[in-house]
């Protein structure tokens, strides 16, 4: 099947959509990001996904490429015209084309918007049923990572780093030890009290919509919640620890540096979340 992109006001098939060479995004990584899921046909959660876009572009002061409107006749029109069913979109806005400088250009310059779609897979039963690796290293990113900025390449670095120790995801340590998040997650655990904990939201992580679904989802089920930051020493101690993410859900995590974590197994905090995740997806999150 061919795919197509929408770039700057076309809908292109993917192999001739490109930028152009002077696009600030590909010198300077000057731009921002989201990545929507799309679940049977229908985007999950857009509102609060275009909420994050919206403060993304207020933060490195970036107009909308587009007015919401569009972007949303834009985004349905990619995923029609890719048959998507289920997979994500990924939006992407950059402060345009201009002469390389670092100060931003003129006013007069647009910036930027591209919108891919990709299929995915749901998570096999096997990942469901084993859980996923972590590894622990330090969070070598800047001072802003609540900004979705398309800068990732110590996030990039930490994943691969993770893949290469056959981890499924790297969990970062602040100087002082703690986690901040995953390299494309966020990061929990559940205390042996039963406490669901979470760092609360600030300049050191991403604001997960994922996260924000499942605090909310958590809530309505009375269980505890707790937003602060935990050690991997804690996490070791702890009944569970799992992620969140747009395209990973809620997924258990078993092991932290080749340690098991509670007895080994997904818990059923954990599951339960997942579930109650997979059943707002399918009510229209
Ligand atoms: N943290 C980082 C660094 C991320 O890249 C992502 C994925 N976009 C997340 C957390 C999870 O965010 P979301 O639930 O919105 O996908």
Redesign the pocket.
């Known amino acids: 099947m061919s795919r197509y992109a929408y770039v700057n006001g076309q809908y292109l098939p993917l192999s001739v959509a490109g930028v152009h060479v002077e696009d600030r995004g590909y010198q300077f990584a000057d731009g921002i990001y989201?990545?929507i899921a799309v679940y049977q046909g229908r985007l999950a959660d857009e509102e609060?996904?275009l909420a994050?876009l919206d403060r993304s572009l207020k933060e490195i002061g970036l107009a909308w490429p587009v007015t919401k409107r569009a972007l949303k006749h834009i985004m349905r029109r990619v995923i029609a015209i890719n048959l998507l069913k289920n997979g994500m979109l990924y939006l992407q806005v950059t402060r345009g084309v201009s002469r390389r400088d670092h100060a931003f250009p003129k006013a007069d310059v647009a910036p930027a918007l591209v919108v891919t779609a990709k299929t995915l897979k749901p998570t096999s039963p096997d990942v469901l049923d084993k859980g996923v690796a972590v590894v622990t290293m330090p969070d070598l990113r800047w001072k802003r990572?609540d900004i979705?900025s398309v800068a990732?390449l110590p996030?990039i670095l930490a994943k691969q780093a993770a893949k290469e120790k056959g981890a499924y995801e790297a969990w970062l340590l602040d100087d002082k030890g703690f986690v901040t998040?995953?390299?494309?997650?966020?990061a929990w655990i559940v205390t042996a009290k039963g406490e669901i904990v979470t760092r609360p939201l600030g300049t050191p992580?991403?604001?997960?919509?994922?996260?924000?679904?499942i605090l909310a989802l958590a809530k309505d089920a009375k269980l505890k919640l707790v937003e602060r930051a935990f050690k991997p020493a804690e996490a070791l101690k702890a009944k569970e620890a799992f992620l969140?993410?747009?395209?990973s859900w809620a997924l258990p995590i078993t092991k932290i540096d080749g340690k098991p974590v509670g007895d080994g197994k997904p818990g059923p905090v954990t599951l339960r979340l997942r579930q109650l995740y997979a059943q707002a997806l399918e009510k229209g999150l």
């Open positions: 989201e990545v609060a996904h994050r990572c979705k990732l996030n998040e995953g390299s494309s997650t966020n992580i991403l604001a997960g919509v994922t996260r924000r679904a969140t993410s747009t395209t």
